[in-house]
T-cell receptor
């Protein structure tokens, strides 16, 4: 079964500094990887995904993520954090095209300090 | 564009009561799913469906029933509510077996069982 680990509970970063949220995954087949963001009292919003191709994928709101197959990682990054980036971030994985079930990590609270 | 619509947004039940959380999507998605979100545990899959008339269990199915009589609707039934079912419930949908694969989420239903 597929699974995701997000090792940090909370990430604190000063506004304007680079932001990194870590994610490692486990899957038996080809990994399809996703990042979602959740603002307070809202549903999850899709940020970006890796299916195949270039290991660096770009998504919404200036976020990007790097797929590393040897380290089974898919870390989310943003070069310059904004206060409005403060939210809960989830990494998720599915086992290729045949299985739509997404397994989510426990989430990382990002706090951007003005 | 309504997307994924969940009702009710808030509900308080007494132990032993039953209720149904409604979910409807207008994107003609074959795949629909229910997750529960609990602090520190991320999102856990309850039940899912790959099309009308087809449902299957996820990671935490006990105490919940689902049915899929139409493509649009995927209700979640709590048979006899327990305090352990206090949670935020999310319905999500996507196209089935396509590389796009990202889930579209509803705004959530917050359930409290006393």
């Amino acid at each position: 079964a597929q699974s995701v680990a997000q090792p940090e509970d909370q990430v604190n970063v000063a506004e304007g500094n680079p932001l990194t949220v870590k994610c490692t995954y486990s899957v038996s087949g080809n990994p399809y990887l996703f990042w979602y963001v959740q603002y307070p009292n809202r549903g999850l919003q899709f940020l970006l995904k890796y299916i195949t191709g270039d290991n660096l994928v770009k998504g919404s709101y200036g976020f990007e993520a790097e797929f590393n197959k040897s380290q089974t990682s898919f870390h989310l990054k943003k070069p310059s954090a904004l206060v409005s980036d403060s939210a809960l971030y989830f990494c998720a994985v599915r086992d290729g095209a045949a299985d739509n079930r997404l397994a989510f990590g426990k989430g990382n609270q990002v706090v951007v300090i003005p | 564009n309504a997307g994924v619509t969940q009702t009710p947004k808030f509900q308080v039940l007494k132990t032993g009561q039953s209720m149904t959380l409604q979910c409807a999507q207008d994107m003609n998605h074959e795949y629909m799913s229910w997750y529960r979100q609990d602090p520190g545990m991320g999102l856990r899959l309850i039940h899912y469906s790959v099309g009308a008339g087809i449902t299957d269990q996820g990671e935490v199915p006990n105490g919940y029933n689902v049915s899929r009589s139409t493509t649009e609707d995927f209700p979640l039934r709590l048979l006899s509510a327990a305090p352990s079912q206090t949670s935020v419930y999310f319905c999500a949908s996507s196209y089935f077996r396509q590389d796009t694969g990202e889930l579209f989420f509803g705004e959530g239903s917050r359930l409290t069982v006393l």
